[in-house]
């Protein structure tokens, strides 16, 4: 009896692996790409911020101005995205995720053309609060995700997403120190051009801005609707025109398989083959803020807001621990070395997420994946105290210094793991279809606001446990270490089956 259940155990599995579903190659190839822009308009300002920021007098020629002034524009940024993720999700839910999706690209093509075309400090804030507000959408590309995928190639589809803000954000920088101040750069170019004098940093944020537009063109021309209500009105319109409007007191029957749209996610199924689902139309509508905030989606989306503060917080430290001179408690590296370090680990860890990360989290469940990045986080922060130590008995980075170092890298890792994790668990989390864009966007606004408060929270805790000595210079670890226990805790209340697992298995 056993060992038939074992076999037919082993039999389930295999059929399920046997039906795992192709990707959507191009339908992804597009969103991939809108999430491609975001980071690269995001994050092209980074190299000449500082010296823009100067330039526009806001500083009245303090130098030591220049942090405050600069980190307005930065958290002007995460604040508007925190703002408006929420609204454009529910807007999604309503009127589609095309139409959402295309005013991404579009309205932050316009965002960067503003940002270049000034030397007003107010100017640059309001245009990176634009930035902000398209930005924003990036929550309606998951749940694009979600509804073109399914149980079986889900997590392949997610991983990739850490792998485009990875690389856009590798190269937004890249283009921003090399294209700024071209007239200085190339005088015998640009220097004979007024724009180029008169406006230093138009050219790397014209750049930006153009592949923003590329991607809004494409977008246009090939990403197709997802939301079921959305894709439903279309048929009504071209079925009975486009002046019909459906009777809202009626139902409407749904297939359970739609070649319609045709994503290549699931097998082809007719009417007769498939059987119908009836449903009532209140139930194709969005849920209320009070029917969304389930226990599901509480605990998910908590859990995802702690971790969105515990890795923002691990960036920051990274760098200062690394910046901190040695007799300060860090390791005295110089910008080469840090740009190094981080540039291998970059490169390793986008190389994991695309080749490991998809079969990880079908061989173990996203829950699993997302509770060993938070113990492994547990593991990287007090790594920090060790490497502190070591480095003051030696008085310089030896080889025992290296070999931490090159632990606590290898560990951070599954940082990104931890992410797309818990983006296929919110999504799971959702009601009910008709909810999916709210629920990712109230992930994604409490995401930002995390991410707008660590980096100060995290460095000036780093900076008074050095100053006053607390905890021997390591109490941010201690307290991030808390942060990450608490996460743990959370994340045992997760589901350790996903909602379409759990059909499989009925």
């Given at each position: ?298 605990v998910s989306v908590g859990t995802y807001m702690l971790l969105c503060f515990i890795d923002m917080s691990g960036q ?22 840090i740009g190094f370090v981080m540039g291998a680990w970059g490169v390793a860890n986008t190389t994991l997420q695309v ?146 697992e759990k059909r499989q298995e009925i």
């Amino acid at each position: 009896m056993t060992e038939t259940a074992t076999i037919n155990e082993s039999h389930r599995k295999e059929a399920t692996h046997a039906k795992r579903t192709p990707l959507p190659k191009f339908q992804l190839f597009i969103v991939f790409l809108i999430q491609f822009s975001e980071p690269i308009t995001a994050t092209v300002i980074y190299p000449f911020i500082n010296q823009f920021v100067r330039e526009t007098g806001v500083t009245k020629g303090d130098e030591r101005r220049t942090g405050y002034y600069a980190g307005i524009i930065e958290s002007t940024f995460f604040v508007t995205e925190a703002l408006t993720v929420f609204q454009w999700g529910r807007l999604s839910d309503r009127l589609g995720r095309r139409p959402v999706l295309l005013l991404g690209p579009f309205g932050l093509s316009i965002a960067m053309i503003s940002f270049g075309l000034t030397n007003t400090f107010w100017v640059l804030v309001v245009s990176r609060c634009i930035q902000g507000v398209f930005n924003g959408n990036i929550g309606v590309s998951k749940s694009v995700i979600a509804e073109i995928t399914d149980a079986t190639n889900i997590g392949d589809a997610f991983s990739y997403i850490s792998m485009m803000w990875g690389v856009g954000s590798t190269i937004g920088p890249i283009m921003g120190g090399l294209l700024s101040r071209p007239a200085i750069t190339w005088p015998d170019t640009f220097s004979k051009i007024l724009l180029f004098r008169n406006y230093p940093y138009f050219l790397p944020c014209a750049a930006a801005a153009f592949l923003a537009l590329i991607t809004g063109v494409i977008a246009f021309l090939g990403l197709k609707e997802t939301l079921p209500s959305a894709v439903t009105r279309l048929k009504s319109k071209k079925r009975f025109g486009t002046g019909a409007i459906p009777d809202p007191n009626s139902t409407t029957t749904l297939l359970t398989c739609s070649t319609d749209i045709n994503y290549g996610t699931g097998p082809d199924c007719s009417p007769m083959e498939s059987g119908t689902v009836t449903l009532t139309s209140k139930y194709e509508q969005p849920p209320s803020l009070r029917e969304l905030l389930t226990p599901e989606v509480v605990v998910s989306v908590g859990t995802y807001m702690l971790l969105c503060f515990i890795d923002m917080s691990g960036q920051v430290l990274r760098p200062l621990v690394y910046s901190t001179s040695i007799k300060n408690g860090g390791l005295g590296f110089d910008p080469y070395q840090i740009g190094f370090v981080m540039g291998a680990w970059g490169v390793a860890n986008t190389t994991l997420q695309v080749l490991f990360l998809g079969r990880l989290i079908r061989r173990f469940g996203p829950r699993n994946i997302y509770l060993l990045s938070q113990y492994n986080y547990l593991i990287s922060l007090s790594l920090y105290p060790l490497m502190g130590y070591l480095v003051r008995q030696s008085g310089s980075v030896d080889g025992k210094v290296w070999t931490v170092i090159i632990i606590q890298l290898i560990v951070q890792m599954t940082n990104y793991m931890g992410y797309t994790s818990m983006m296929i668990l919110i999504i799971d989390a959702a009601p009910n279809a008709a909810s999916l864009g709210a629920t990712n966007g109230m992930a994604q606004a409490v995401g930002c606001f995390m991410r707008s408060i660590a980096p100060s929270a995290a460095s000036s805790l780093f900076s008074i446990s050095l100053q006053k000595q607390l905890a021997g210079g390591n109490m941010v670890f201690l307290v991030l270490m808390g942060v990450s226990l608490i996460g743990i805790r959370m994340g045992l209340l997760l589901p350790k089956h996903l909602k379409s697992e759990k059909r499989q298995e009925i």
